[in-house]
């Protein structure tokens, strides 16, 4: 298993400025995932972040508007730049073990509000 | 490619009404099955898995049979309270590298 901090627990940002997310695993973990989830809606995968690497972004996500740093097989960040009001939503920090058929484990979660 | 399919929400019950929420899955091989569930304001729990098939899955009163023969997982409970109120997920890994692939969620109202 893995216990998962993710700080800051929230956070209330003007439009126009970033916000770095932390995310620090208990276990080295090669797989590690960041997650966004708006207001009702279910999770969408921003990117995974690659140890050594530069990030692998999905459809719709670029890294000059979510740069992702991973130092080591314990530690990410997400930064969420020049912010906007659509940028409200939950951040989530995932990690899997990989080779393994078993489950995700979850931060707690980043409630972003951009005003 | 791999998804998984869950019924649309929100769930109304009243407290001690019975719960089935529905899952079917799309997957190459034997994927391991789990349910997530994600509090108001909260990360998302691993509720419960199964991971082969035949296999009950089961928490907290909830239960989740894995059935390949009609690629379902459906989540169930006997008697819900206002506490299990929340957004269920359901969602499967296949084998190797494969990430886990998520449903979409299901919001689940328990009113008194």
């Known amino acids: 298993s893995a216990v998962i901090s993710q700080k800051p627990s929230r956070d209330i940002c003007q439009r126009g400025t970033s916000l770095t997310i932390q995310c620090q695993v208990d276990?080295?973990?090669?797989?590690m995932f960041w997650y966004r989830q708006q207001p009702g809606q279910s999770l969408t995968l921003i990117a995974t972040?690659?140890?050594?690497?530069?990030?692998?972004?999905e459809s719709g996500f670029v890294i000059d508007k979510f740069p992702i740093s991973r130092p080591n097989l314990t530690f990410s960040t997400l930064t969420v730049s020049n912010m906007s009001p659509e940028d409200s939503s939950i951040y989530l920090c995932?990690?899997?073990?990989?080779?393994?058929?078993?489950?995700?484990?979850f931060g707690q979660g980043t409630r972003l509000t951009v005003v | 490619g791999n998804s998984v399919t869950q019924m649309e929400g929100p769930v109304t019950l009243s407290e001690e009404a019975f719960l089935t929420i529905n899952c079917t899955y799309t997957?190459?091989?034997?994927?391991?099955l789990f349910w997530y569930v994600q509090y108001p304001g909260e990360g998302l729990q691993l509720l419960l898995k199964a991971t082969k098939a035949d296999d009950k899955g089961s928490n907290k009163g909830f239960e989740a049979t894995y059935r390949k023969e009609t690629t379902s997982f459906h989540l169930e409970k006997g008697s819900v309270q206002v506490s299990d109120s929340a957004v269920y997920f359901c969602?499967?890994?296949?084998?190797?590298?494969?990430?886990?692939?998520f449903g979409t969620g299901t919001k689940l109202q328990v009113i008194p």
């Open positions: 995932s990690v899997e073990f990989d080779g393994l058929r078993t489950e995700a484990f």
């Open positions: 972040a690659n140890q050594g690497s530069e990030a692998t972004y």
């Open positions: 969602a499967l890994r296949p084998g190797g590298y494969q990430k886990v692939t």
């Open positions: 997957a190459t091989g034997y994927p391991s």
């Open positions: 276990s080295q973990v090669t797989m």
